[in-house]
């Protein structure tokens, strides 16, 4: 049995069993190219997603300007320039806002001054007044 395994063993065979490799004059050669097909493969794939995402990104802009969005890092920068700008020249805190109803009805203001001149007058000129 172990002479007809090993008349018929083939090259192949006998690399598996253990026996000499042949060794390939080019083989070194063979691998560069092979890794240098690699690398080609692998910048296309990259070249292609870039230019996909960058296609992204326009329909993405596109969108933003149609409904008024603006991206996250625009927000933080706009708002960050606008605490700079208020604290510029300023060495306090950045003052608060005026709350609503200080200052905007002028027309309460008047009769509030009318009614106060009023109260101060005497009675009979109240009484005109009033009526």
């Not at 993405?60 to 700079?84: F, N, P, S, T």
């Not at 002028?106 to 009979?124: A, C, F, M, R």
């Amino acid at each position: 049995f172990a002479l007809v395994l090993s008349l018929g063993a083939t090259k192949d065979m006998g690399k598996m069993l253990g026996g000499d490799e042949e060794k390939d004059p080019d083989a070194a050669k063979k691998e560069e190219e092979r890794q240098e097909a690699l690398r080609q493969q692998e910048e296309e794939r990259k070249a292609k997603y870039a230019k996909m995402e960058a296609e992204r990104e326009v329909m993405r802009q596109g969108i933003r300007d149609k409904y008024g969005i603006k991206k996250k890092e625009e927000k933080e920068a706009e708002a960050q320039a606008a605490l700079e700008a208020n604290a510029e020249g300023s060495l306090t805190r950045p003052k608060k806002a005026i709350p609503p109803g200080c200052g905007d009805e002028e027309e309460e203001e008047e009769e509030s001054i009318l009614d106060t001149v009023i109260k101060y007058l005497p009675g009979p000129l109240q009484d005109m007044f009033k009526k």
